[in-house]
């Protein structure tokens, strides 16, 4: 059986989206609408994105590195807060899927600060979406056009 490369190079792919929801118990529930649904929507990742995950690590020590030689050590406020997100003891895993969570969070989008506020305060649900995006992502792109943007409901 030979690969049909006219097929492939002819077909329109889009994300492959998910749900990640959120436990009954968790704290994470109080920050949803009463009403509304307490999930986040998540997609796969491209290649370039996987590339991006993977340089994180590197990145995350050269930028400590350049932080503490700007800050000289200083204590202010904003230097604080800047050490406080980007340290080099930040575990490899982590920092990897900090990006994961941060490239693949459709819903709600949260800056890359508030990435590292979901994982430090909610360790297990960042786990869960980061691992819901990287199973997206092992699955591939779907062949067809996305669906529509706009909520229905």
Do not use: W
Request: charged share 25%.
């Amino acid at each position: 059986m030979a690969f049909d490369t006219v097929k492939f190079t002819s077909q329109v792919f889009c994300p492959r989206t998910g749900r990640y929801e959120v436990a009954p118990h968790s704290g994470l529930r109080q920050f949803f609408g009463e009403d509304d649904e307490k999930v986040f929507l998540v997609r796969g990742l491209t290649a370039s994105e996987v590339g991006i995950t993977r340089d994180a690590t590197t990145r995350n020590r050269d930028i400590a590195a350049l932080l503490e030689a700007l800050t000289g050590g200083e204590s202010s406020e904003k230097a604080q807060a800047m050490q406080q997100l980007i340290r080099p003891e930040t575990p490899d895993d982590v920092a990897r899927r900090l990006e994961v969570v941060h490239l693949g969070l459709v819903d709600p989008k949260l800056n890359f600060p508030d990435v590292v506020r979901l994982a430090e305060n909610f360790p297990i649900e960042f786990y869960g979406i980061s691992d819901q995006i990287l199973m997206l992502t092992g699955l591939g792109r779907l062949p067809g056009k996305p669906e529509s943007s706009t909520a229905s409901r």
